[in-house]
T-cell receptor, first 113, second 115 residues
Framework: AQSVSQHNHHVILSEAASLELGCNYS??????LFWYVQYPGQHLQLLLKYFSGDPLVKGIKGFEAEFIKSKFSFNLRKPSVQWSDTAEYFCAVNPDSNYQLIWGAGTKLIIKP | GAVVSQHPSRVICKSGTSVKIECRSLDFQATTMFWYRQFPKQSLMLMAT?????????EQGVEKDKFLINHASLTLSTLTVTSAHPEDSSFYIC???????????FGPGTRLTVL
């Protein structure tokens, strides 16, 4: 069955630290990849997405993600986090033939000021 | 652009009553809308997918007679929780997308509490 795994359920960092959140999926075909963020008390927002082209995609608020097809990975990165990045981050995969999203379990990120 | 609204944001009802939740795409035509349920400290659980003008496709384990979904127009989908029970209390979230491979845009969610 298709699945998405996010390796860390909770991550705690200090401000200015670098961030990398892992996301791996199990699907052999073409995929569209997404990272969504849910700030406390707010709804899900798209952070960035990959459909095709340059495997390094840049999103809002300084986030980027790299699609590595051979590793079935789409890790999220930010070189220097801020307190306002405290949120829950969800990786999602959309197999090309299916418009449904397959979700990871989410990673709660807490940034200490 | 790509704003999705939900109404109401919170609803409290008595056990046995029905509750309708609306999901609207405000500035785009949503050919497909999705309904999710989010349990505390868990990820989103897809309940059903609805295409405008068609019957919704329910995920395994989701009772279609209990969770009635209507997607009558390109900007509106409704989820009706019929004969609600306390175990139906949850956070219900809709998302909408345009035709073709596209991002899903999420509504702010509706907190349902069944007493």
């Amino acid at each position: 069955a298709q699945s998405v795994s996010q390796h860390n359920h909770h991550v705690i960092l200090s401000e200015a630290a670098s961030l990398e959140l892992g996301c791996n999926y199990s699907y052999g075909g073409t995929v569209n990849l997404f990272w969504y963020v849910q700030y406390p008390g707010q709804h899900l927002q798209l952070l960035l997405k990959y459909f095709s082209g340059d495997p390094l995609v840049k999103g809002i608020k300084g986030f980027e993600a790299e699609f590595i097809k051979s590793k079935f990975s789409f890790n999220l990165r930010k070189p220097s986090v801020q307190w306002s990045d405290t949120a829950e981050y969800f990786c999602a995969v959309n197999p090309d033939s299916n418009y449904q999203l397959i979700w990871g379990a989410g990673t709660k990120l807490i940034i200490k000021p | 652009g790509a704003v999705v609204s939900q109404h109401p944001s919170r609803v409290i009802c008595k056990s046995g009553t029905s509750v309708k939740i609306e999901c609207r795409s405000l500035d785009f035509q949503a050919t497909t809308m999705f309904w999710y349920r989010q349990f505390p400290k868990q990820s989103l659980m897809l309940m059903a997918t609805s295409n405008e003008g068609s019957k919704a496709t329910y995920e395994q384990g989701v009772e279609k007679d209990k969770f009635l979904i209507n997607h009558a127009s390109l900007t509106l989908s409704t989820l009706t929780v019929t004969s609600a029970h306390p175990e139906d209390s949850s956070f219900y979230i809709c998302s909408a997308k345009r035709l073709g491979p596209d991002t899903q845009y999420f509504g702010p969610g509706t907190r349902l509490t069944v007493l």
